[in-house]
């Protein structure tokens, strides 16, 4: 279990963001040795609440994307030149980080570690829980972004498994994996009552 809270290294991080922007290749020299999980948890914490900032879910999403395939396959992260210099404004940014830390502290006194421990274990169960790292910002990344809520399942589904696999919760990572299930269905939803509404009004047109 982590020595410090992790949402006490995020609000500290926080409040040492520079005043005017940020980079991602400043986030993660700021999270420095504490692990890509913890960069993970930080990057969803923009879209726990309804308002987010425009094209930041393809910024963030990308770069959790990127973490999973890290994990996955074992390399070193790879982000690219166009998205770790890709300044986010710091009086956008900070506000929705702080308002969102509560929810993450939330998550955290329920979290317990060592619960279902094979659900967080190594071998196929770990590439398991990769890859649904890596399905979750692939959701994040789709452009729902202007629909209520369109981000902020994924990034639910996001911070359990990132939180699960830092406490070592077997809990938190299944309430990932099911928060996953529940927005593909979402998106299915939206996608199927989109697909609607188009058909009706080109009936309508061709009436």
């Known amino acids: 279990m982590q020595a410090e809270p992790i949402s006490r290294k995020l609000r500290n991080l926080v409040r040492s963001l520079p005043p005017t922007g940020i980079t991602l290749s400043e986030l993660i020299h700021r999270v420095g040795n504490d692990g890509l999980l913890i960069l993970a948890a930080l990057l969803t914490l923009v879209f726990l609440i309804p308002v987010s900032i425009p094209g930041v879910s393809t910024v963030f999403g990308a770069a959790i994307l990127l973490i999973g395939l890290s994990r996955l396959f074992g390399r070193e992260l790879w982000i690219p030149a166009r998205l770790k210099h890709r300044t986010?404004?710091?009086?956008?940014?900070?506000?929705?980080?702080?308002?969102?830390?509560?929810?993450?502290?939330?998550?955290?006194?329920?979290?317990?570690?060592?619960?279902?421990?094979?659900?967080?274990?190594?071998?196929?169960?770990?590439?398991?829980?990769?890859?649904?790292?890596?399905?979750?910002?692939?959701?994040?990344?789709?452009?729902?972004?202007?629909?209520?809520?369109?981000?902020?399942?994924?990034?639910?589904?996001?911070?359990?498994?990132?939180?699960?696999?830092l406490q070592r919760d077997g809990v938190c990572v299944l309430l990932g994996h099911i928060s996953n299930v529940l927005t593909i269905l979402y998106f299915g939803v939206l996608i199927a009552g989109g697909g609607l509404a188009l058909r009706e009004l080109i009936a309508r047109l061709a009436a």
């Open 88 to 165: 986010i404004a710091t009086k956008k940014l900070r506000p929705l980080l702080r308002k969102s830390l509560s929810w993450l502290g939330k998550i955290e006194r329920v979290s317990k570690p060592n619960r279902i421990p094979w659900l967080v274990a190594g071998g196929s169960v770990q590439h398991l829980n990769n890859a649904a790292l890596i399905l979750g910002a692939v959701l994040l990344m789709m452009p729902f972004g202007l629909i209520p809520f369109s981000n902020t399942f994924p990034a639910v589904a996001l911070l359990f498994l990132a939180i699960g696999l």
